[in-house]
């Protein structure tokens, strides 16, 4: 996995990968909702999803002791109901659904909740979300972290990126 950092003369652009669905979704498949123009990607693999987690310019849960106890994979339902929520995240991020979206499960306190790792590539990038984590330093806002709770369908710990 390699870390960029973005300097003031590049595009939102640089990252390292890594990701695949869950076992009822052919892998790279996308999770679809009617609700999106963004792409969606459920990591399900524990060291992938440890390398989501793993932010360089913003805070996650992962950087908290005791954040994370364990990894699972949410379903299908559990994404398709916290994509119609996304609305919810303004106006802390602009146009939430259009990002591209690593949804990685996790355990923390007992508590299974879902972290979203969001994104914004160019088209040319030949970066294949569903096969690797996108972490990116610096970036700005085109890059956000949030953490939902599908129990109680809230979010919280929402963070962007610091900027160039």
């Known amino acids: ?35 999106k123009a963004g792409q969606s990607w459920v990591v399900t693999r524990p060291v992938v999803a440890a390398q989501v987690l793993d932010t360089c310019s913003r805070d996650s849960p992962a950087k908290h002791a005791d954040g994370i106890g364990g990894y699972w994979a949410p379903s299908r339902a559990q994404i398709d109901e916290l994509e119609s929520r996304l609305p919810q995240l303004q106006p802390a991020i602009a146009e939430p659904a259009q990002s ?4 990685v499960g996790f355990v923390s306190a007992g508590r299974q909740l879902i972290y979203i ?32 709770d599908p129990r109680s369908g809230t979010f919280s710990d929402i963070a962007r990126n610091g900027g160039f």
């Not at 591209?100 to 949804?103: P, W």
């Open 100 to 103: 591209g979206r690593q949804y």
């Open 117 to 148: 790792n969001a994104f914004t590539l160019p088209d040319h990038q030949k970066i294949n979300p569903a096969r690797e984590a996108v972490r990116v330093c610096d970036g700005g806002a085109g890059f956000w972290g949030a953490v939902y």
């Open 1 to 35: 996995m390699k870390v960029v950092r973005l300097l003031p003369s590049f595009a939102i652009c640089l990252l390292a990968l890594a990701a695949c669905t869950p076992a009822n979704v052919k892998p790279g498949a996308r999770v679809s909702t009617a609700l």
